[in-house]
Nanobody, 115 residues
Framework: QVQLVESGGGLVQAGGSLRLSCAASGFAFSYWYIKWYRQAPGKERE????????????SYADSVKGRFTISRDNAKNTAYLQMNSLKPEDAATYYC????????WGQGTQVTVSS
């Protein structure tokens, strides 16, 4: 079955960095876009970044542009989100998503940013 498993979240000070991973299985990972979303308590889930199947095309939310970098390694069926210069407002649960089939979400990984 399709699985997306996020990891790499944790507690970091403002200005610090984290690298999130999204390990995929159960579908042809290299043929599908991967997207990262985040959801802070009491707020709606919002788009963060996405990457094309080949990795040649990426897009970012304005709030993270220039600080976050999305990438993927199709040989490892894994996508990444490198987050630099973290701000308290980046604190949220981060989810990866594929629109393969009916669309699938991972379980999320929590990012906490202390000021």
């Amino acid at each position: 079955q399709v699985q997306l498993v996020e990891s790499g979240g944790g507690l970091v000070q403002a200005g610090g960095s984290l690298r999130l991973s999204c390990a995929a299985s159960g579908f042809a990972f290299s043929y599908w876009y991967i997207k990262w979303y985040r959801q802070a308590p009491g707020k709606e889930r919002e788009f963060v970044a996405d990457i094309s199947w080949s990795g040649s095309r990426t897009s970012y939310a304005d709030s993270v542009k220039g600080r976050f970098t999305i990438s993927r390694d199709n040989a490892k069926n894994t996508a990444y989100l490198q987050m630099n210069s973290l701000k308290p407002e980046d604190a949220a649960t981060y989810y990866c998503y594929t629109n393969y089939g009916v669309g699938y979400w991972g379980q999320g990984t929590q990012v906490t940013v202390s000021s």
